[in-house]
């Protein structure tokens, strides 16, 4: 394959694309929320998750992409405000992506109405030494707002191509990759104070920007002014969660998972599958294997499909429809006082509110925060508090059949236990906590496309993530319960499980399998409430002690990847017995008062 | 500064390295013009095209020559 771009610019630059032994590789840089992602889901038609937010990319992610008749290497990085100095960890992953052998040239991607704080970045990308090529992204909305930037004269004084793209409907991408030959690198002051940079950056903007006071964005600005102000955004935030609440826990959680559950897995599948397996007059144990009381099929695959996938459908489409619409860091405003008195600061509201999408993953975006402290009580409340869209499911489904009150204690104990720990993590750990300074993004309409692709990629990793293991707990629980373990374990439980929380022997199965993953010990709750063998009260515990286990294998093993062993272990060792001692004073409390639901 | 007041920054007191760099990064630096939108229940101002939100402790450092409102 032709490894070099043969071009006459490249002649005339010295400074420019040489003999490579490899594919040329393509970093796309600039500010958070600029959209860095559509730009490279456009050039290489892979799709990086695109949000309405800083912080949506926070790892590398790298695709193949056709420029001209090469095929290049592009680069997704987390946005950068600054590349040096006190930058945060997911700034320094991008600044190692500029330092290293793992870039050649740089595309650097702005936001067209913030043209002064780009320039500032330039300055910065610049020291790198990498061939660069300007793209000013969201032009239209610049437009829109009465902005218009030179790109002519700004390709004179910066000596680099500028590009203007409006990346979300693919315009200026074919001029992009066009122009990537020609990167080269920007004429930028040589001094590296960055009180000069911001001086020089503030002129050349003065000189090729023009802003008018029109603007044609009325609407979306009296939305963003609704959303912060506290007479109308309480109301908003109100609004919001019961439609949350609404479409997923009543939509989702009962009239899908009830039409599934018992439509087509209790009338179709279940009886079809019994009927396919009796056919083959299998020995009992190989019937039960597949649809006995822990049957792969009657069992597994009914958790997985039927009670957990609809509403994790449903929460993924209102959660990227809230994401894309730059709502939630709106939120940060709100949260700011009560997060300090937890060690954090407002901006903490973004990788909890990830949390009720997928908790592992919210470890990940952790490195948005500023300081380690924070990362490290950021990461123990998700893990302690924070539901996950799955685990959210179970909850709304067996307590929206309980009723009201009982959801409204479960989270005001969640939510309570989590203030708690997070207060006391505040004075027991070393370090500071970060200043709470946070861009607000604009608010938009969200696109449909960025939401159906968002939403089915989810799905698609839900299934692939979950499925497997729900079968795997599904044979673990038939071998447990043919070898007799699963009576051990019960009676075992037993002083916890009957003694202290005051539940149905079953449920210490469901609280082991509930570690290999917690809204696979929920489904399990799920099944026990729906056949009538747990109490309100029961559920109201049972929940409440399964929500604040931590959330699943795999979280742990992120928090080990992201913070190590020892801290993982610590966290455990704090959240088990915090778990346990909170569900057995609330069962203590609720015999005590006769407290039912 | 009062809500809705308007004006350009002259100074920002460093209290620590970090926050004058982040502020900085964000393009709140000397000479930018800038707009108050909301002081409660955070601080909420418009920096040339960039809105931010800050706590009280960050926005009392950062010291503006008032001007009349937008022409």
């Known amino acids: 394959m032709s490894c070099h771009v043969a071009n006459e610019h490249t002649a005339a630059r010295p400074t420019v694309l040489g003999l490579r032994a490899h594919p040329l590789r393509v970093a796309l840089v600039g500010q958070p929320n600029v959209g860095k992602s559509v730009v490279f889901g456009r050039l290489t038609g892979r799709y990086a998750t695109v949000s309405n937010y800083p912080g949506t990319t926070v790892a590398i992610t790298s695709g193949r992409a056709l420029i001209g008749a090469e095929v290049c290497s592009v680069i997704d990085t987390p946005g950068v405000n600054a590349l040096d100095g006190a930058i945060s960890e997911d700034e320094r992953i991008t600044r190692d992506v500029l330092a290293g052998a793992g870039s050649d040239v740089v595309v650097q991607v702005a936001d067209a109405r913030n043209l002064r704080r780009a320039l500032m970045l330039t300055s910065q990308i610049a020291r790198f030494g990498k061939p660069t090529v300007l793209a000013l992204n969201m032009v239209d909305e610049a437009w829109a707002r009465g902005i218009v930037v030179d790109a002519a004269a700004l390709e004179a004084e910066l000596g680099v191509p500028v590009i203007e793209l409006v990346a979300t409907e693919g315009r200026g991408l074919p001029e992009l990759r066009a122009a990537l030959v020609r990167a080269a690198l920007p004429t930028v002051p040589a001094h590296t104070d960055p009180h000069q940079c911001a001086a020089w950056a503030h002129e050349v903007t003065g000189r090729v920007r023009r802003v008018s006071a029109l603007s044609l964005a009325r609407i979306p600005e009296a939305l963003a002014r609704a959303t912060r102000r506290p007479l109308t955004g309480i109301p908003i935030l109100v609004v919001v969660l019961y439609a949350l609440y609404l479409f997923v826990g009543v939509f989702g959680a009962q009239t899908l998972v009830g039409l599934l559950q018992d439509g087509v897995f209790g009338r179709g599948i279940n009886p079809a599958a019994v009927w396919l397996v009796d056919q083959a007059h299998p020995v009992p144990w190989v019937r039960d294997f597949f649809v006995g009381e822990y049957g792969l099929i009657t069992m597994g695959v009914t958790y997985a499909i039927a009670i957990v996938l609809p509403v994790v459908a449903t929460f993924f489409l209102m959660f990227g429809f809230l994401e894309d619409s730059g709502y939630i860091p709106r939120l940060a405003i709100f949260c700011d006082r009560i997060f300090r008195t937890m060690g954090l600061n407002g901006k903490a509201v973004l990788p909890m509110v990830l949390g009720l999408g997928c908790d592992t993953m919210a470890t990940m975006t952790t490195r948005i925060l500023g300081t380690p402290k924070e990362r490290l009580i950021a990461i123990l409340l998700l893990a302690l508090g924070i539901p996950c869209s799955a685990q959210l499911a179970t909850i709304l489904g067996i307590l929206g059949g309980v009723s009201f009150a009982a959801l409204a204690t479960l989270f005001s104990v969640v939510l309570g236990q989590m203030f708690l720990v997070g207060w006391l993590a505040a004075r027991v750990l070393k370090g500071e906590r970060s200043e709470f300074i946070l861009e607000l993004p604009p608010i938009r309409w969200p696109r449909l496309g960025n939401l159906l692709t968002k939403t089915r990629l989810r799905v698609w990793w839900y299934l692939g993530e979950a499925v497997p293991l729900f079968l795997v707990g599904t044979v673990m629980l038939f071998m447990l319960d043919r070898v007799g373990a699963l009576a051990v374990i019960s009676t075992a439980g037993r002083p916890i499980v009957t003694g202290l929380l005051g539940l149905p022997p079953a449920t210490a199965q469901i609280l082991v399998m509930g570690f290999l993953r917690r809204d696979y010990g929920a489904a399990g709750l799920f099944q026990l409430a729906h056949t009538g063998q747990l109490t309100g009260v029961q559920a109201v515990v049972a929940l409440t002690v399964m929500t604040l286990f931590v959330p699943c294998i795999a979280n742990f093993l992120m928090i080990v990847r992201e913070r190590g062993l020892k801290t993982g272990l610590v966290i455990l060792g704090i959240i088990t017995p915090v778990a346990i001692f909170t569900g057995a004073g609330l069962n203590y409390v609720f015999r005590t008062f006769g407290v039912q639901f | ?71």
Not at chain 2, 2 to 26: C, P, Q
Not at chain 2, 27 to 38: C, D, I, K, M, R
């Open chain 2, 1 to 71: 500064m009062a809500e809705g007041a308007h004006g350009v920054i002259v100074k920002i007191h460093a209290y620590d390295e970090g926050r004058a760099e982040r502020l900085l990064s964000l393009g709140v630096t000397p000479g930018a013009s800038v707009t108050v939108l909301q002081t409660f229940p955070g601080i909420v101002f418009l920096c040339d095209q960039t809105e931010l939100a800050v706590e009280r402790g960050v926005a009392n450092a950062i010291l503006v020559q008032p001007q009349e409102t937008r022409p």
